[in-house]
């Protein structure tokens, strides 16, 4: 086995892509997913019911994994909402939606981190991936799309760039990595990229990044993203 990996969303999109090259490259795949049922059944991936939303449903995950795992190698944060068809004005979106986007995109990372992280801790090289977007760069921004998720992705950068100072002493690096448009209910049917190039690229960057790249932000095949 080359690893645990335990990962967030994993029941549909690049969440379930993710399980699938995980489980083929040889790790034991923890697949959380608010409905287990959708999880595939393949022997290397253990379905765990996990709402990244819910404290109860977060520790109840985190007490099932310690009582059949040794460890925790690696934590993808990969669950996200995308509240909106993306276009609309600033003075049009309800405020639920930046609500919603920060409390699954922002506070469901740090929720889910904070639980986990026992478990990473036992692992002889543990690292947490969160699964950001170009649509979070502050730097590039022009235009005035998707407010609610492009906000909470930049704010997940900012998280993530905190993760890796935090833990760096602890040698847990903690990277922000964008997977590319891809075609999934998220990224819809125009988007260039399939779920297994996306999935391919982002195995092969996941446990090639070095702990000295620890607080970057990366596209799939690991090319530095600007802020
Ligand atoms: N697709 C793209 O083009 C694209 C581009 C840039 C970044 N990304 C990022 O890539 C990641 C995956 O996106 P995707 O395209 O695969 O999205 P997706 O197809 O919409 O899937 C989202 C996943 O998140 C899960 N989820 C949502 N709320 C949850 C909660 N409260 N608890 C647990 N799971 C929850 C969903 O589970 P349910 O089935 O239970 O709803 C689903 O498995 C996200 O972080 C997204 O921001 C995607």
Redesign the pocket.
Known sequence: MAGIVLI??????????LAKKFAAEGWLVLA????TT?VSLDPAIHAIP?????DD?VSSAAATIAAGYPCIDMLI??????PGEGNERLEDIPAEWFEDAFA??VV?VIRVTRAFLPLLRKSASARIIN?????GTVSEKTDSAYYP?SVS?AALNMLTRAMAAEYREEKIPVFAL???????????SA?P?S?EE?AGSLFQTTTRLELEKSGGFFGRDGEVYPW
Do not use: C, E, Q
Request: hydrophobic share 35%; net charge positive.
């Open positions: 967030t969303g994993a029941a549909r999109g690049i969440g379930r892509g959380a997913a608010r409905r959708d996990l709402d990244v939303l819910s449903s944060n990969n669950t996200a909402v995308f699954t995109n469901g699964i950001s977007s170009g649509a998720y992705k964008s997977p590319g448009w891809v075609k999934t209910d998220m990224g819809g988007a990229l779920v996306s």
